[in-house]
């Protein structure tokens, strides 16, 4: 069981905005950056976010980022067909030395 | 071009080893930070191993004491030795870069540089499936 949490599915129709939360403590989200990752069927995560709310060259601008205390949340406007995809968030955990996930939240788009 | 290619999954049995290679281009490997990060079928990522340029090290509590991280700069590669292999340890085992990006923001106190850290290049994986 991960330490971050994760709603396990977000839905929305094309066009509508979608949020999705990742739920952390002190040692990890509080202390640190949130990063998301963008991961499609057989193939190897991407980053999205990293920094909780900066953008890497080449990201829809519709992609954003924000966090407040020990939540993050990934914003995904204007949903398009091709955003659906597993969703990670991301944050380096103060207790265990190490990179923490949260479980994943799978994104449909209606 | 920047790329990552890992390598040595296969089947294993219970309380078997394994070596995984990650073979990097692109970049050198003993400058900068590594990690291994796996997942399991139908699961989410699970962070398993780290290791910078000054050779500092950590383990995620699952495979402590029983996988092993190592470079090889004259190949300019990444490895995971792994022993004492579970059913629970069968994955796709990835490598990535850790990436650092430096960013100027004004606060009240005046300008401050933040340091942010993030995985920006990974591998397309290894498959390890462990089974009698």
């Known amino acids: 069981q991960s330490v971050v949490t994760q709603p396990p599915s977000a839905s929305g129709a094309p066009g509508q905005r979608v949020t999705i939360s990742c739920s952390g403590d002190?040692?990890?989200?509080?202390?640190?950056?949130v990063n998301w990752y963008q991961q499609f069927p057989g193939r190897a995560p991407k980053v999205l976010i990293f920094?909780?709310?900066q953008r890497p060259s080449g990201v829809p601008d519709r992609f954003s980022g924000s966090k407040s205390g020990t939540s993050a949340y990934l914003a995904i406007n204007g949903l398009q067909s091709e955003d659906e995809a597993d969703y990670y968030c991301?944050?380096?955990?103060?207790?265990?030395?190490?990179?923490?996930f949260g479980g994943g939240t799978k994104v449909t788009v209606l | 071009e920047v790329q990552l290619v890992e390598s040595g999954g296969g089947l294993v049995q219970p309380g078997g080893s394994l070596r995984l290679s990650c073979g990097v281009s692109?970049?050198?490997?003993?400058?900068?930070?590594m990690n291994w990060v796996r997942q399991a079928p139908g699961k989410g990522l699970e962070w398993i191993s780290y290791?910078?340029?000054?050779?500092?090290?950590y383990y995620a509590d699952s495979v402590k004491g029983r996988f092993t991280i190592s470079r090889d700069n004259d190949k300019n590669s990444l490895a995971l030795q792994m022993n004492g292999l579970r059913g629970e340890d069968a994955a796709v085992y990835y490598c990535?870069?850790?990436?650092?990006?430096?960013?100027?923001?004004?606060?009240?106190?005046?300008?401050?540089?933040?340091?942010?850290?993030?995985?920006?290049?990974w591998g397309r994986g290894t498959t390890v499936t462990v089974s009698s």
């Open positions: 991301s944050s380096w955990d103060d207790r265990q030395n190490g990179w923490v």
């Open positions: 692109g970049f050198t490997v003993s400058a900068s930070t």
């Open positions: 290791m910078d340029s000054s050779g500092t090290i």
């Open positions: 990535a870069r850790e990436k650092q990006v430096s960013l100027k923001k004004s606060t009240p106190m005046g300008e401050s540089t933040y340091y942010y850290y993030f995985l920006d290049v």
């Open positions: 002190s040692s990890n989200i509080r202390s640190n950056a």
């Open positions: 920094g909780d709310n």
